[in-house]
């Protein structure tokens, strides 16, 4: 079992809460000058702990619970109907896993896609610097889930590498693209990603039955979330349609 005794935290004093207005929101943050590796990122997304760029942080709020750690199991995972259609629909598209990169075709489509899709959220407006510091890091080695049409890039989700999984750090995608359902067709590649190489979990950050855009992934069934101290199985909902 890895050691995280030594490990110190901090706390961010009360912030405006990204996902519910009028809430507000304190952050817990691994020390930045703590040494990381695969093994102390794996323990810590295990306690519900999520990266950005080379930080570790997890919600703190003493007034709030909203923010529960998801992580779907991957093996037993199987598309409802309308993940079914989001492949078929996708059919004519290609991916391929490389490693993460800040390149001009990658940032172009990133600065794009924040710009019309979450010009409300505090990730606006992009910059190069605030792409790279977000998503990338050189102890978590992200990898990367390029979706194409042809040679054109309509998608990207950085996917690290986990003792016990994947954790789903941030997709990007072509805001034209509506009716493709990207963001689904990647989690879709993703868990595909994990069962390929027999990794037990897809971690899919928190799940936030009150933010609209955060609520969406309760819907990969089966799934745990993290409660309290351990982790608590939550199975396919009744009447769906497998």
């Not at 004093?13 to 093994?39: M, N």
């Not at 606006?124 to 977000?134: G, I, L, N, V």
């Not at 999984?165 to 941030?170: E, K, N, Q, R, S």
């Amino acid at each position: 079992m890895t050691d995280l005794s030594e490990l110190r935290f901090f706390a961010t004093p009360p912030h405006p809460c990204s996902y519910l207005p009028g809430e507000s929101a304190t952050t817990v943050f691994l020390d930045p000058a703590a040494p990381l590796d695969q093994a102390r990122y794996s323990a810590l997304s295990r306690l519900g702990f999520r990266r950005s760029g080379v930080h570790l942080y997890r919600p703190h709020c003493t007034q709030c619970t909203a923010c529960i750690p998801l992580r779907v199991v991957a093996e037993a995972f199987r598309p409802h109907r309308r993940h079914r259609r989001v492949l078929k629909r996708n059919a004519d598209l290609t991916f391929r896993e490389v490693p993460a990169r800040a390149t001009d075709e990658h940032y172009a489509l990133y600065a794009r896609y924040i710009t019309e899709r979450h010009r409300d959220g505090d990730m606006y407006p992009p910059t190069r610097d605030q792409f790279e510091s977000f998503l990338l890091s050189a102890w978590a080695e992200p990898r990367c889930l390029e979706v194409r049409l042809g040679t054109r890039l309509l998608g990207a989700a950085i996917t690290d590498r986990l003792d016990d999984g994947l954790a789903a750090v941030y997709t990007y995608f072509d805001p034209d693209e509506k009716d493709r359902s990207l963001g689904t067709f990647a989690i879709l590649n993703q868990l595909a990603w994990c069962r390929r190489e027999s990794l037990p979990y897809l971690y899919l950050g928190y799940w936030i039955r009150r933010a609209d855009k955060m609520r969406y992934k309760h819907e990969y069934q089966p799934c745990e979330l993290r409660l309290g101290e351990r982790w608590v199985s939550l199975g396919r909902p009744q009447g769906a349609t497998p």
